[in-house]
C-alpha cells in the first residue's frame, strides 16, 4: 500500500507562491507517474498536473505556466509549485499516482490545505 504525506500548503495572498510537497513510502516510487490533485470546498477533486517516471508532465490547461510538478527519485518525493496564486486555487490539494482511472481511487493521504486571500 501507498503511503502519501503531504505539506507545504498554508495562507498566501494573491500573486505568491507556495512550493508543496509529497512524499511517497511503498515500492517503485520510481517507476510510477504521479499527479496533484485539488479539491476545492463544494466541488469534485480534479487533477492539477502529473510526471511520468522519466520526467515528462501532464498539464491541465488552467494551471499552465502557473504550476510545475517535479520529483526526486532519490527521496520519493514529488513538489507542486504553485506561482500566481489565485483565490480560486483555494483547496486542499493531494498527491497520489496517476493513471486514467484516478478519480476511483479509493485511498488518498489527508492533502495539505492552501488558502489564498485576495
Known amino acids: 500500500q501507498v503511503q502519501l504525506v503531504e505539506s507545504g500548503g498554508g495562507l498566501v495572498q494573491a500573486g505568491g507562491s507556495l512550493r508543496l510537497s509529497c512524499v511517497v513510502s511503498g515500492s517503485f516510487f520510481a517507476l510510477r507517474t504521479m499527479g496533484w490533485y485539488r479539491q476545492a470546498p463544494g466541488k469534485q477533486r480534479e487533477l492539477v498536473a502529473a510526471?511520468?517516471?522519466?520526467?515528462?508532465?501532464i498539464d491541465v490547461d488552467s494551471m499552465k505556466g502557473r504550476f510545475t510538478i517535479s520529483r526526486d527519485n532519490a527521496k520519493n518525493t514529488v513538489y507542486l509549485q504553485m506561482n500566481s496564486l489565485k483565490p480560486e486555487d483555494t483547496a486542499v490539494y493531494y498527491c497520489?499516482?496517476?493513471?486514467?482511472?484516478?478519480?476511483?481511487?479509493?485511498?488518498w493521504g489527508q492533502g495539505t490545505q492552501v488558502t489564498v486571500s485576495s
Open positions: 497520489n499516482t496517476y493513471s486514467t482511472n484516478w478519480s476511483e481511487y479509493d485511498y
Open positions: 510526471i511520468t517516471s522519466g520526467g515528462i508532465t
